[in-house]
């Protein structure tokens, strides 16, 4: 039997007979979790109580657990897949690659015995993620999918970060705002540009960093932002760099000097949004370009674009088959009932 490919309007993407990515599907008895963030876990509780199994990378777990309570899997059966490794089910074999998004991300591979394979890149950026070649059919995420989302920056992003800060920690603390993964990342950045000023936190945020030193992130020491010596450094604007969810951005650190990293910004490198506030357009995700450069690289015979999460898919679905020549289309079909923005 063929393996079939669709998106659901719950937003699972289905690979063959057996496999349901990223939002729960009845008739599917595996899940496959690809990344931590909040919508690609839709219906995680119901796929742990109905499925067989519910499969993601060691990190993807110890992820969850910190941002949904260490409850979670209280029920259902969970298999940690390591980059490469295979499960197989029926006729079918489900091999997780790696996805450089945040820790733990992963791409999805089936492919059955006569030798069809369908893939799921889950949410990427170029540089890092070995495109899946040859399939039948890929699923794209879409979240850059316009031709209006291009970075053309000439200079590195990541050098450009380490230096706004360093020159604004010769005043005091820096705030940087940003999404789980995203923070991390920014740690690393600093840490590996030999910034070794304390990094100071509130809880969750300190526990996602946790798991990720675990996984061989360069964090160094990390201070939690209600303990003595975290509440020093902020109240004496001692030289510190304090991490933040985006979400805290209206209500931390007003008066203070604030950067706030975000991959919706194409048109510059940097700018200023409010007085000593800057916005850096650092991205986990590929741009347009890179999304048509996967593809082209990846060479599918067929290609759909996630129309679910984002609104792009219809775009980028017609701008593959007027760019490469291969067939496309977007998936669900209906207009998506909300618009997430994905930084
Ligand atoms: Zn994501």
Redesign the pocket.
Known sequence: MVLEVSISNRGAILLGNSVACDAFEETRPLRVV????A??LVGLKRSLNKCNKVLMTDATKELIEVLKGPRIFNSGIIEKIEYGKSVVYDDERITLLKAN??LG?AQVLVENSKGDRVAYT??FKLEGTPPIKDCDTLVV?A?YGSPSFRRSFDLDIRELLVSMIEKRLRKGKVYVFGYY?KLQEIMQILRCAHVYVPFVMPERILQVSEVCKRHGMNLGDLTLSSDEHGKELLDKNLPCVAFYHMNKRKSIGISSSRICVSGWEFRFPSKQIGHNDHLIALS??SDFDELVEYIRLSNPKKVITDNHRVKHGSILAKEIIKRLGIPAEAMPKKECRYQQK?F
């Open positions: 690809t990344h931590a963030h919508d690609h998004h945040i991300a889950g949410d995420e979240t993964g986990d995700h994905l």
